[in-house]
């Protein structure tokens, strides 16, 4: 894991052909779930 990792999860990209497993897909709503909220509410 490295900085920044979680930004293909975030902005995927067709430079990329990742096959996202079902607990990568549940890390990912949680983390726009995060991000969603702290948008919304600072």
Same mark, same amino acid.
């Given at each position: @894991?490295?900085?920044?990792?979680?930004?293909?999860?975030?902005?995927?990209?067709?430079?990329?052909? @990742?096959?996202?497993?079902?607990?990568? &897909?549940? @890390?990912?709503? =949680? &983390?726009?779930? =995060?991000?969603?909220?702290?948008?919304?509410?600072?």
């Amino acid at each position: @894991v490295s900085h920044s990792d979680d930004s293909l999860l975030l902005f995927p990209s067709d430079s990329f052909n @990742v096959t996202l497993s079902e607990e990568t &897909l549940k @890390v990912r709503n =949680i &983390l726009f779930n =995060i991000w969603s909220t702290f948008s919304a509410n600072g």
